[in-house]
């Protein structure tokens, strides 16, 4: 009885902490502008489609643009057509798609342990809790509707491995198809290496009558063949409609093309090893979990814990195994680890002991010291002046949530679960609130938007020297591209557009006299010359 009086409380906190991260996603909204560069840009792709009125080709800045399918940008185009076009539904996406992983966790957790509610819920208070998800909640990106997408694939593998055929099939097609229009085929490295180790992590798979297993992998085939259909129901018209490049483009550059691109960020195979202590903090630093873990092996649900360590590792070996690796291509596995270490910390049962809330008190004592020291010291990572108005509030702040977690030391693992969760609320709080405001100036391109869509308004050419990814399209509302310019095209720009304005980013300020106008922007300085004056200050340029 204690035991489910203490399961409909943790039940009820839920959503506090959920309130909570909404408040704090509008509290975002209101705070900081879209982050250059890849917020503005995709703001701007689903800009331009707005504006052609073509929403099945993306474009950029008049440009085809090949390097992500449209799932996002028709997102942002229902909110617009309901609401007109603004700033802040894209920028609600992002919040709404944390909102949405909450019933799909519950429903994973339903499916692995239909009679264990506690470890349900914990998994839903361990992904809110954890640094790699709070890092994306209230970002433009791909990173959590793609997460979505992975988990309505895992619940129709699930399905599947229980005979449920039909509602197994729409699950995994449907998470294959969307997660395919919102990323590309890099859903199948989520969804499909566990998949295929079925009889690994549900042994019994193998000792049914007849042909079960043969069946469960054609339906996994089937429900990868529905996924495709439903993608390719979109890339076909495109790569039509999109021409002979942007045909090339979508049907290599999303599969083997988007390997070779991801050299960009190349990193060695063992590249995620040492991030996954801050990607998961707190949880993998806490023994609590690890104590869980311990336990649940000798739990009789070895099936459940078996497929999500196979989603888990399996997919951490995949992405190592391309060149490219940055921590957000993890995203989508942090259910698999919340699942995982909910049931893991509802199994353990061993009283309470004072240190164990020491690690995860050392590393939320981390963030304040990183930041004094930024404050003191910001050339010391040469960084540009305005880190040194950094507040000194929001650092007192942070400090103080270390030693507050002393309060729960002695509780049961479910009040530090739930303390743990509301103390990384508070740390994300006492940013968006305290440290944001202080350089996003900085980092907001509306006044050169702005500017530059004037310039537009009055049939002025407007270049970039350099590269340029859309920064300035959507926040300026643009009618009309940015032209790119290389070094050697300036001077004959210059020429064919003798009033034309070419904006470009230095690092040190300019001398008054020089440009046009100039701002401070994320540490260095954005400059928009009148283009004859531009190459009498840069003769090299001539």
């Known amino acids: 009885m204690d035991r489910a009086r203490a399961v409909e409380s943790q039940d009820k906190a839920l ?10 996603a509008v509290a975002s909204l209101w705070l900081r502008p879209l982050w250059p560069v890849d917020e503005t840009r995709y703001a701007s792709v689903a800009w331009e489609m707005w504006l052609r009125g073509d929403f099945l080709v993306p474009h950029i800045n008049g440009e085809t643009y090949s390097h992500k399918p449209p799932l996002l940008f028709w997102l942002i185009h229902a909110g617009w057509a309901v609401f007109g076009v603004n700033e802040w539904w894209p920028r609600m996406i992002g919040p709404l798609c944390a909102l949405a992983a909450v019933p799909l966790t519950l429903r994973l957790g339903e499916l692995l342990w239909p009679e264990e509610r506690e470890a349900r819920l914990n998994a839903v208070w361990l992904l809110f809790g954890t640094l790699l998800f709070v890092g994306f909640v209230t970002l433009l990106m791909f990173d959590l509707l793609l997460m979505l997408c992975a ?31 919102a990323k590309g085929p890099v859903i199948l490295l989520h969804v499909l290496p566990a ?18 297993l043969s069946l469960y992998y054609l339906d996994l085939l089937l429900g990868v063949l529905l996924g495709a259909a439903i993608a390719l129901a979109w890339a ?13 483009a979508i049907f290599w550059g999303q599969t083997a093309g988007r390997v070779s691109e991801s050299f960009a960020h190349r990193a060695a195979w063992w590249h995620y090893l040492p991030l996954l202590p801050v990607l998961l903090f707190p949880w993998i630093v806490w023994p609590r979990f690890w104590i869980g873990l311990k ?42 680890f919340a699942l995982l270490a909910g049931y893991a910390l509802s199994r353990a049962r061993r009283p309470e002991r004072t240190w164990e809330i020491l690690p995860p008190m050392l590393g939320f004592l981390a963030l304040p010291a990183g930041l004094a020291w930024l404050r003191l010291r910001p050339e010391s990572l040469k960084l540009p002046e305005w880190v040194g108005e950094i507040p000194l509030w929001p650092i007192i702040v942070l400090a103080l949530v270390a030693p507050a977690l002393l309060l729960v030391c002695l509780q049961p693992a479910r009040l530090q679960l739930r303390a743990l969760s509301f103390a990384v609320l508070g740390a994300a709080a006492t940013l968006v609130v305290g440290v944001i405001p202080a350089f996003a100036p900085y980092a907001d391109p509306a006044p050169t938007a702005r500017y530059v869509a004037k310039l537009q308004e009055n049939k002025t050419p407007v270049a970039h020297l350099g590269k340029y990814h859309a920064t300035y399209n959507f926040s300026g509302r643009l009618r009309a591209p940015v032209a790119i310019l290389g070094h050697d095209e300036l001077a004959a720009w210059v020429r064919r557009n003798p009033d034309g304005r070419v904006l470009t980013v230095e690092r040190m300020r300019a001398a008054n006299g020089g440009p046009e106008v100039q701002w401070a922007y994320r540490g260095a300085w954005l400059q928009l010359w009148r283009g004859e004056a531009l190459l009498v200050a840069r003769p090299e340029l001539r």
Do not use: D
Not at 164 to 181: D, F, H, P, S, T
Not at 196 to 206: F, G, I, S, T
Not at 241 to 246: A, C, D, K, L, N
């Open 295 to 336: 336990a649940s092996r000798k739990e009789g649900q070895q099936h459940s814990t078996k497929f999500l360590l196979a989603w888990l590792v399996l997919t951490v070996v995949g992405f190592s195994l391309v060149s490219g690796k940055q921590g957000k291509y993890l995203v989508p596995f942090l259910p698999a």
């Open 151 to 181: 988990m309505a694939g895992m619940i129709g593998v699930l399905n599947l491995s229980n005979k449920k055929r039909i509602r197994g099939l729409l699950w995994l097609g449907a998470g294959i198809g969307l997660g395919v229009l």
């Open 236 to 248: 076909l018209p495109a790569a039509y409609f999109g021409g002979e490049v942007y045909q090339r």
């Open 15 to 24: 959503w506090v902490l959920l309130a909570g991260w909404a408040v704090l």
């Open 195 to 212: 998949a295929l180790v079925a009889p690994w992590w549900k042994p019994e798979m193998r000792q049914r009558e007849g042909r079960s």
